[in-house]
């Protein structure tokens, strides 16, 4: 079956430390994978995306990611949190074939102390 | 240039009773979709627009849900009647359908079923 799984359902990190968000993923096809970002009182907001090519990636807001096919993972991360990176963060796998249908992770709260 | 906005942002009804949730996309984006994120769980996909036809109604969870986009423009979901496992956060996006993978999504409308 086609899953994303994000282990930690609640992060804490203190302003100033890096910052890295766990995501596998099952999936059947060549994925196309994706970080989704919502902070409070907005919408989500596509942070990074990987398709092919370089399995580095990097997003807006500081933020990178790396897909490694062994390991059926995408992690995200961040060398340096700021408290605005506080949100809830979801990762999301689609098909190569039809990148908008996706499917999320549980997300991950992210909580930053000063 | 506005967003992708979603009306009303809260609603309290009681079991039984009929809610309708208003989706405005991005102008010009014909591909819209309806996601829901029950409380703790994943987001999952509901269904898929392009323009004023249905793609993929693949994700409604019963017949209680009826979606509709007329004229390709804004979309309505309406829950009737509603049922206690309904309550929820309904998100709309919106894309233009180049496969960028980049989905636009409002600030979704949290349905509380008492």
């Known amino acids: 079956a086609q899953s994303v799984t994000q282990p930690d359902i609640h992060i804490t990190v203190s302003e100033g430390a890096s910052l890295e968000l766990r995501c596998n993923y099952s999936?059947?096809?060549?994925?196309?994978l994706f970080w989704y970002v919502q902070s409070p009182g907005q919408g989500l907001q596509l942070l990074l995306k990987?398709?092919?090519?370089?399995?580095l990636v990097q997003g807006i807001k500081g933020f990178e990611a790396e897909f490694k096919r062994s390991q059926s993972s995408f992690n995200l991360r961040k060398p340096s949190v700021h408290w605005s990176d506080a949100a809830e963060y979801f990762c999301?796998?689609?098909?190569?074939?039809?990148?908008?249908?996706?499917?999320f992770g549980t997300g991950t709260r992210l909580q930053v102390f000063p | 240039e506005a967003g992708v906005t979603q009306f009303p942002s809260h609603s309290v009804i009681e079991k039984g009773q009929t809610v309708t949730l208003r989706c405005d996309p991005i102008?010009?984006?014909?591909?819209l979709y309806w996601y829901r994120r029950v409380m703790g769980k994943e987001i999952k996909f509901l269904l898929h627009?392009?323009?004023?036809?249905?793609?993929?109604e693949s994700g409604m969870p019963n017949n209680r849900f009826l979606a509709e986009r007329t004229g390709g423009t804004y979309s309505t979901l309406k829950v009737q009647p509603a049922e206690l496992e309904d309550s929820g956060v309904y998100f709309c996006?919106?894309?233009?359908?180049?496969?960028?993978?980049?989905?636009?999504f409002g600030e979704g409308s949290r349905l509380t079923v008492l």
């Open positions: 990987y398709f092919s090519g370089d399995t």
């Open positions: 102008s010009g984006h014909d591909n």
């Open positions: 999301a796998v689609g098909p190569s074939y039809n990148t908008d249908k996706l499917i």
């Open positions: 627009f392009v323009k004023e036809s249905k793609q993929d």
């Open positions: 999936y059947g096809a060549t994925p196309y």
């Open positions: 996006a919106s894309s233009s359908g180049q496969n960028t993978g980049e989905l636009f």
